[in-house]
């Protein structure tokens, strides 16, 4: 089936996921999905299964004499809580011609070059967009239909040589949970790529060095009146945790390879206060030194106080995946030589967040990103460039072909 066939087919699909949930997958509705790409599967005759957390793993055996890596393809199935996945109406906006598309007259909501400058580079492509009212899905059902369209041209053009290929569907990525059940042995790959980036040409390898600190502030309570000398008020032991951090290390002040802390929540009362925050930086060592200006402001603030008016916690959440992708530098080569024989130039930008990929890289399986071709994910201003979504399935094909050659 053709590609873009098939991305219309997935998107049809509710496949939202959700943060709140106890179970695995977080929404039964995934299921249909998964189920539905394990039959498909089949029916093309790969050997493919699924198991109790829902994740699809599919197999094709290397149809060459030689002896080189397996190459995993990655995508997830559900999509963002944040916008609604219910009743995806996509309608194709052929041969854009840099105006404003008017999604939704109704509710007049407008996809405007203005507001999203990603447009100005597509005119000329046909365009998929929503009604305005759910988002599209094209982060990840791309990279979903891409390893498909993949799947299918090599079980039917037996001309098409390739290595052991491992096809991996997943659950739950955007809920930061979809790599918690994976079993990493039964994927059994040298090699993978996540194919749920955005724009075509894009490969990441670098992500944040991620950590969470939880911060208990122990006030002393005296009744105002008689509190002379005797109240410690821990929202004011808060403060003066948050105001001796670096100033310039926040969120809204930073970009590129700059890390940062940022403040999620403060809740307290004068006796007890918890602020959570979260620490990020993609340098390894200067991710260490922030966590440890942490502890040493919480020192700073028991010595000053003389009993333990600070508590912090902090817990790492995921690392660089360039840490395990630095011994891989000529895959990652590879797919960069992929993407220019395709026309395009690669572009290489640090994720400021993590992937599912960083995560499996640290299991074994080292995983860049690819773009897929689609953008403005998780709302309804999504849109996917048809040009780009064959020219990023062309640049899988490529890889493929470089690993055999
Ligand atoms: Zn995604």
Redesign the pocket.
Known sequence: MDLLKRFLNYVAYDTQSNSESKTFPSTEKQWVLLKDLLLELKGMGIDASIDEYGYVIGRIPSNINKDIPSLALIA?VDTSPDASGKHVKPRIVEKYDGSSIVLNKEKNIVLDPKKFPNLKDKIGHDLVVTDGTTLLGA??KLGVAQIMTIAEEIQTKKDFKHGEIVIVFTPD??VGTGTDHIDINKVNADFGFTL?GSKVGEIAFENFNAATAKIRLNGQSVHPGSAKNKLINALDIANEFYGLLPKALKPELTEDYEGFNHLVSQSGTVEHTNMVMIIRNHDRDLFEEQKEKFQLITQFINDKYGYQACECQITDSYFNMKEVLKDHQDKIDMAISAIKSNGLEPIIEPIRGGTDGARLSFMGLPCPNLGTGGYN?HGPYEYASVKEMYQALKIVKTIIEKMVN
């Open positions: 997830h982060d990840d990525e955007e749920d994910f």
